[in-house]
């Protein structure tokens, strides 16, 4: 059962278990084989399971098959009752976490229920400047999944500084929500991102919290967890609950047995060989002039270095360092990164360009009252229609802030009416085109919410129904026997 954090400022960090036991029992559980769609690439197609760094949050025992079922194997009435389909009322009002995949899709969409609507997570093919630079501008931040190991824990700096005050860090303290951590990690601690209503309340209510207790908040906010989980199917709420039964279970047989034999490293290899590691989310992100490595497995934020005029650069050999810690035949990883999201730019810019037109033709009305006369006809869109299709009010033109470089054209064609209209007509020109990308990106939009809204769809009841009734037919055993008669003849 969770324990519920209570805390003022002055309270020195206090831990329920000592940082030597916190690592003993934070256990990454085995990773689901569920696949994500293939990209190609040498990422691991699996969900992210991750550690409980301070309590065991409590279970919805009704998701669960009885415990006399899930000891004998059997229990045909468990079964079934595992494959009905989850109603939301069930998904709300569950407690835990589900494990999820390094999906860009999936993560927009957990951005944008949350109410950011002015980020974006794009995957990165490659660390290269070339291909980064084909991501949209700026890149806020990275989510890194890389398989952890025990040894991972050893990797922390002794006593490092704590969680200075400008950095938003939240630990990681319940099972499988690391996607949600490290997402969330890096979106409070950019400036320039409008976090909307309700994650802006929830920053400003935890920001004078410590990691640890401003980590609990975000496992106990019923809303974050409900759309983290908006993807879950019952097996994997059933999944999510037996790996916290079995960690409790361990957690207290360690109560009852606290000393240990020293493990060796020949045995901790063995051990390593033996059990299967996880998955896990971190974050990288730039803070006033830093680069920071926010992970929420260990205690505090890492500061990685000064930034300078390329912070991916920092983040980028921190990573690649990472990768070389793995085995040659294990380089497994995924890396997303948080960018601006390009309505949002192309928003912006469609408001610099009507600021522009808008000036030139003030100046032409001045100069040359006939000057539309001179002109191919073609319209400026009434401010109705660029609310319609862009979004955009007049107080938003009123504030844009044209590129120095377009002011200065401007002014060295204000003295000719004829250089002006040229201008004018250039500058609507643009205009058609960013409409064209501004489109192109919400058909972008619309596809990702239609991939998720096939993911939200759980097939297993389906699956199940089908398959019980092929075996009540009495088939079953002709379909496996003639199976296997096909792979014996390949």
């Not at 303290?173 to 950019?190: E, F, G, P």
């Not at 948080?338 to 032409?364: D, F, G, H, W, Y």
């Not at 643009?430 to 409409?435: K, P, T, V």
């Amino acid at each position: 059962m969770a324990q519920d954090f209570h805390m003022e400022d002055g309270l020195d960090d206090q831990q329920t278990t000592s940082e030597e036991e916190r690592r003993r029992y934070s256990r990454i559980g085995t990773v689901s084989s569920t696949p994500s769609e293939p990209t190609g690439k040498n990422i691991p197609q699996k969900r992210c399971s991750s550690a409980d760094t301070t309590s065991f949050p409590q279970s919805t025992r009704t998701l669960r098959p009885h415990s006399s079922d899930r000891q004998n194997g059997s229990g045909p009435d468990a079964v079934a009752e595992a494959m009905k389909p989850l109603t939301d009322e069930e998904r709300r009002n569950w407690k835990g976490w589900v494990e999820l995949e390094s999906d860009p899709a999936l993560f927009n969409f957990i951005l944008r229920e949350n109410g950011v609507e002015d980020a974006r997570v794009q995957e990165v093919i490659s660390l290269d400047t070339e291909m980064l630079a084909e991501l949209p501008q700026p890149i806020y931040g990275f989510i890194f999944l890389f398989r952890y190991r025990d040894e991972d824990d050893e990797i922390e700096v002794e006593d490092p500084p704590k969680c200075p005050r400008h950095v938003w860090f939240a630990n990681q303290t319940t099972s499988n929500a690391c996607a949600t951590v490290a997402l969330l990690n890096i979106v409070m601690n950019v400036s320039e991102i409008n976090l909307g209503e309700a994650l802006a309340s929830f920053k400003q209510t935890t920001q004078g919290l410590k990691p640890a207790y401003r980590g609990q908040r975000l496992s106990q906010n019923d809303s974050i967890r409900y759309i983290h989980n908006s993807f879950a199917r019952r097996m994997d709420m059933i999944n999510a609950d037996l790996g916290l039964q079995n960690d409790f279970e361990k957690w207290e047989k360690s109560k009852k047995n606290p000393k240990r034999k020293k493990v060796t490293n020949s045995n901790r290899k063995k051990k390593k060989d033996e059990e299967e590691s996880g998955f896990h989310f971190i974050a990288y992100v730039p803070i006033n002039g830093s680069v920071w490595r926010l992970d929420g497995l260990q205690r505090h934020p890492v500061n990685l270095g000064a930034s300078g005029d390329d912070w991916i650069a920092v983040a980028r050999a921190h990573i690649n360092e990472r990768l070389h810690q793995n085995d040659q035949d294990d380089i497994q990883f995924s890396l997303l990164s948080l960018c601006k999201n390009p309505l949002q730019s192309t928003r912006q810019r469609v408001a610099e360009n009507m600021k522009l037109i808008m000036s030139i033709e003030q100046s032409l009305d001045n100069m040359k009252p006939d000057w539309k006369a001179f002109t191919p006809g073609d319209e400026v869109p009434k401010l109705n229609e660029l609310h319609e299709i862009f979004r955009l009010s007049q107080e938003l033109i009123d504030k844009a802030k044209p590129p120095a470089s377009a002011l200065e054209r401007v002014q060295l064609a204000s003295m000719d009416p004829s250089s002006l209209i040229k201008l004018h007509e250039e500058l609507l020109r643009d205009q058609m085109a960013l409409r064209g990308k501004y489109m192109v990106e919400e058909v972008s939009i619309g596809q990702e919410n239609e991939q998720a809204a096939k993911q939200k769809q759980d097939h297993s009841p389906r699956i199940y129904s089908s398959m019980k009734a092929i075996a009540e037919a009495g088939v079953m055993k002709e379909i496996v026997q003639d199976i296997r008669e096909r792979k014996d003849t390949k």
